[in-house]
């Protein structure tokens, strides 16, 4: 399995941050797999944003809901995260990653990760 985050490095101020994940070797639509975007800024630890479930559900942090939007394309096994209204403090290596949830709704953590993507917030 593999996932693939691509999008622009730099972003202005005020503009909308989108990235795409590219996975491959799993299908989004694949019960019971959720499909998550996380972040981490210059010298702080990860931050999960939000997630996209095989059943096309979105789940998102309550400090970036306000902001934040994740979308799939299910006939490329892509899904992608717009984050609006960005500031220097989104600042941050974006990655892209694969949540394993059992049918009995255990969760059992991340397996999968991107290699990540720094974007920078900048004018």
């Known amino acids: 399995v593999q996932l693939q985050e691509s999008g622009p490095g730099l972003v202005k101020p005020s503009q909308t941050l989108s990235l795409t994940c590219t996975v491959s070797?799993?299908?989004?639509?694949?019960?019971?797999?959720?499909w998550s975007w996380i972040r981490q800024p210059p010298g702080k630890g990860l931050e999960w944003m939000g997630a996209v479930a095989y059943s096309g559900f979105t789940y998102y942090s309550p400090s970036l809901k306000s902001r934040t939007s994740i979308s799939r394309d299910t006939s490329n096994d892509q899904f992608t995260l717009q984050l609006s209204s960005v500031t220097p403090e989104d600042t941050a290596m974006y990655y892209c990653a694969r949540d394993v949830w059992s049918d009995y709704g255990d969760y059992y953590g991340m397996d999968y990760w991107g290699k990540g993507t720094l974007v920078t917030v900048s004018s």
């Open positions: 070797g799993s299908s989004i639509t694949t019960n019971y797999y959720f």
